[in-house]
């Protein structure tokens, strides 16, 4: 499996705070069935606090302890990135970091409110020639408030990623029937983990997740969207719906 959106890198963001955690946290993807993850460090935090070169580094540096210890895994970069209006002059200068180099984005919305700024934000970045894959729809307000919004932003070509642990209940039933919902409505494209920790609260695995949506959508959907669709993102391929 291939898990687009990972807290891993260790003493940057809220994830992980030393490099051993960072390599049980690959170790514990391993287990689940994930082979590729990418790296997302929240966006402030790199750019306020340390550099697209530290981060850079550490990639390199877990890549090396995991090879080292023989681990099927292989760790790509990327970044959440918060949407708000520095965001497209950020991508600009290379301060926000796109999925693997591809053309795709991952976007936060804000979690509160419907702020004006989102749309024309969102276009700015689509004008670049990026494809903004909206992280964790299912939590954020202003999509709860309003599921039209976020069929608008899909219908504009966004991709829109769930997260495996609200499928679960992590957040509570409001966002596990909301989750369900998007996935009815394929407003759900990409299921990732939005891993912090080794183990719990927010575990690196997407099995479970999986398991969840296949019994929403089928298996083979399901498997879409752990597999073939993040795999396209991570190469830079058109992302292809699951067929009905
Ligand atoms: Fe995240």
Redesign the pocket.
């Known amino acids: 499996m291939y898990d687009i959106?990972?807290?891993i890198l260790p003493g940057v963001d809220d994830g992980p705070d030393s490099m051993e955690a960072s390599v049980e946290m690959a170790r514990a993807a391993v287990e689940n069935g994930t082979h590729v993850m990418l790296a997302?460090p929240?966006r402030k935090d790199v750019t306020e606090r340390w550099s697209v070169g530290h981060i850079v580094g550490l990639v390199d540096e877990l890549n090396a302890r995991v090879r080292a210890e023989r681990l099927d895994f292989r760790l790509l970069l990327g970044m959440?990135n918060h949407l708000d209006t520095a965001l497209p002059a950020e991508i600009s200068a290379g301060r926000a970091l796109p999925m693997n180099g591809s053309r795709y984005i991952?976007v936060?919305m804000p979690f509160f409110g419907r702020p004006e700024f989102i749309d024309s934000c969102l276009a700015q970045v689509m004008d670049l020639g990026l494809v903004p894959v909206l992280?964790?729809p299912e939590r954020i307000e202003a999509f709860q408030r309003d599921i039209g919004l976020l069929k608008e932003f899909v219908g504009l070509g966004m991709v829109s990623q769930i997260?495996a642990g609200s499928l679960l209940g992590r957040w509570g039933d409001e966002v596990k029937g909301f989750t369900s919902e998007l996935l009815e409505m394929g407003l759900a494209h990409v299921i990732a983990s939005?891993t912090?920790t080794p183990g719990e609260p927010r575990p690196p695995g997407l099995a479970a997740g999986a398991e969840a949506a296949a019994r929403i959508v089928g298996t083979a959907k399901a498997q879409a969207m752990v597999a073939s669709t993040p795999r396209r993102i991570l190469e830079d391929l058109p992302v292809k719906w699951p067929q009905e």
């Open positions: 959106h990972a807290h997302t929240h959440e991952l936060e992280a964790h997260t939005d912090h």
